[in-house]
């Protein structure tokens, strides 16, 4: 067998049972990028629905790769480096993505959704860097500074009942503000909210 081929199975074989949960939580923020990506193509909303539904899979993905990691006492580097992978795609590009099929697609939205996207890259670097230290030896850190990124599931939750009531494009909700030479939609401002409240070194939720 090729040197290369050995590595892959090398590495596949150090995954453990959590990594596969967390492999499936990045798979369906995957392809609820696609799901954004055919809709801007055919314009089926039925599509964009099932994308976005698939955030809570993620979600609930997410969690149990926690739960299992602590169950099977399996926790490692690897299973959060790529949890933290997985989060950025599902919770972070995943909804940015959604939002800007939905029509949040003006110059200043875009500078709003790359800052959303950003925050939840540096709230999870941070957290990766920190958790050693705030959980004290144990091994369940106590609270998170910040929310965490999962949250934005609220955000797609409001992008989809926006899309089950037909309110997409021009329909967006709050309509859209012209400033300068580019466009805001007054609804991508949650995104700016959820970002600065996961950046947020003053805010401490307990971690259940």
């Known amino acids: ?40 193509g055919d314009g089926a909303v039925g599509g964009l629905l099932a994308g976005m539904a698939l955030i809570p899979v993620a979600f609930v993905f997410d969690a149990l790769d926690g739960r299992i990691a602590r169950w099977r006492r399996s926790a490692s580097t690897l299973g959060r480096e790529l ?28 500078i709003v959704l790359g800052y959303f996207v950003g925050c939840g890259v540096s709230r999870l670097a941070r ?13 369940k850190v106590p609270y998170f500074e910040g929310t965490p990124i999962p949250t934005s599931l609220v955000l797609v939750g409001v992008l989809a009942v926006a899309a089950w009531q037909g ?3 021009d329909r967006i ?21 959820s970002g600065s409240l996961m950046i947020s070194k003053t805010l401490r939720i307990p971690k259940p």
């Not at 957290?127 to 091994?139: H, K, M």
């Open 1 to 40: 067998m090729p040197t290369d081929e050995r590595r892959h199975f090398s590495l596949i074989r150090s995954f453990h049972l959590a990594d596969w949960f967390t492999l499936a939580n990045a798979m369906c923020g995957t392809a609820a990028i696609f799901a954004a990506m055919r809709y801007l």
């Open 127 to 139: 957290y990766n860097v920190t958790a050693e230290a705030l959980s004290g030896g144990s091994d």
């Open 167 to 169: 309110a997409l494009g």
């Open 173 to 193: 909700w709050f309509g859209a503000l012209a400033i300068g030479p580019w466009r805001l939609h007054p609804l991508v401002l949650m995104f700016a909210l």
């Open 83 to 110: 949890d933290s992978l997985a989060d950025v795609i599902s919770f972070g590009i995943a909804p940015a993505a959604l939002a800007w099929a939905c029509g949040l697609s003006g110059g200043w939205d875009w």
